[in-house]
């Protein structure tokens, strides 16, 4: 039977913390490369820093209180507007 001793137990547990853990260092780590390329995408982030996707993600919500959103481009209302829709429903 194939066992693992101690150490090599400790080992694959302290690489397991190290990507997927948010610790300070990681912390650290993730808002330096925000600001070195506050475009790129949280899979390729992720795959950059050998780092699960969803700690990435964990880490932009929770500790950097950072959130997704998509800009909407809508049309200005104007005071006619208004009127015209009123005059749609009582019909």
């Known amino acids: 039977m194939n066992t693992l001793r101690h150490e090599q137990r400790f080992q694959i547990v302290q690489i397991y913390f190290e990507n997927h853990v ?3 260092k990681v912390i650290t780590a993730v808002e330096r490369s925000l600001e070195e390329d506050p475009n790129q995408s949280i899979r390729h982030r992720a795959q950059e820093m050998d780092m699960c996707p969803s700690t990435l993600w964990n880490i932009f ?27 749609c429903r009582r019909s």
């Not at 959103?69 to 009123?86: S, T, W």
């Open 22 to 24: 948010r610790t300070e």
């Open 61 to 87: 919500r929770k500790d950097l209180g950072l959130r997704a959103y998509k800009i909407q481009l809508v049309q200005e209302l104007k005071p006619h507007d208004h009127l015209a829709g009123r005059d």
